[in-house]
């Protein structure tokens, strides 16, 4: 069992930076694939970043390619999301996802079994 609090959120002018954490409890924390994920009003949960349990293997979407950048830190169980020149698209509540079972970090929803309860990013214009 793993239980995911993220924190950072907030309201931000288009061209800032956020970024936020994700606080992950359990002793198996380490071994888990870790993803961040969004969901705007009326759209689906998409796919924002992964990285692997030892953190060196990361995707990302196209949409945020180049300007976030995600992160971890094993000894502290934690996942962070480094947002820079944000947009007024990427407005949306945030998630931190674990996905316990699969060798490599996953982009679907289904493959991770543990959420956090999101937090709120709003990118004024």
């Known amino acids: 069992q793993v239980h995911l609090v993220e924190s950072g959120g907030g309201l931000v002018q288009a061209g800032g930076s956020l970024r936020l954490s994700c606080a992950a409890s359990?002793?198996?924390?380490?071994?888990?694939?870790m993803g961040w994920f969004r969901q705007a009003p009326g759209k689906e949960r998409e796919f924002v970043a992964s990285?692997?349990?030892?953190?060196?293997?990361?995707s990302y979407a196209d949409s945020v390619k180049g300007r976030f950048t995600i992160s971890r830190d094993n000894a502290k169980n934690m996942v962070y999301l480094q947002m820079n020149s944000l947009k007024p698209e990427d407005t949306a509540v945030y998630y931190c996802a674990a996905d316990p079972r699969n060798s490599s970090p996953r982009v679907g929803v289904q493959s991770y079994d543990y959420w956090g309860q999101g937090t709120q990013v709003t990118v004024s214009s």
């Open positions: 359990g002793r198996t924390f380490g071994g888990y694939n």
């Open positions: 990285i692997s349990w030892s953190g060196l293997s990361t």
